[in-house]
């Protein structure tokens, strides 16, 4: 079992930065962002897999970078450039399982989630 707490959400003005934290139990080969705005499916925002490939939706290419400390425990996501369209709850996911059953953007490999944190950016 892992527990994942996120932290770093918040309001900011169209264009504006903020950078979220996953704090992780545990570690886990595969972990992953993803975010829910209201009367949406939630979308995967960007996941590292065990060899350290990170992958984007193509939403947030080019402004949002995912990163991991060494020991693979902590994840963080770096938002710049942020637009109303990124405004969700964003939550830290991870998986004990060592292979992804589908993509890695995909919920349904994430068998840990984070309570969430929410992130508003208003024009």
């Known amino acids: 079992q892992v527990q994942l707490v996120e932290s770093g959400g918040g309001s900011v003005q169209t264009g504006g930065s903020l950078r979220l934290s996953c704090a992780a139990s545990?570690?886990?080969?595969?972990m992953a962002w993803f975010r829910q705005a209201p009367g949406k499916e939630r979308e995967g925002v960007a996941a590292?897999?065990?060899?350290?490939?990170?992958r984007y939706a193509d939403s947030v290419k080019g402004r949002f970078t995912l990163s991991q400390d060494n020991d693979k425990k902590n994840l963080y996501l770096q938002m710049n450039n942020l637009q109303p369209e990124d405004t969700a709850t964003y939550y830290c996911?991870?998986?004990?399982?060592?292979?992804?059953?589908?993509?890695?953007?995909?919920?349904?490999?994430?068998?840990?989630w984070g309570q969430g944190t929410q992130v508003t950016v208003s024009s």
């Open positions: 996911a991870a998986t004990s399982r060592w292979s992804l059953i589908v993509g890695p953007l995909r919920a349904d490999n994430y068998g840990f």
């Open positions: 545990g570690t886990s080969p595969n």
């Open positions: 590292i897999d065990r060899t350290g490939r990170i």
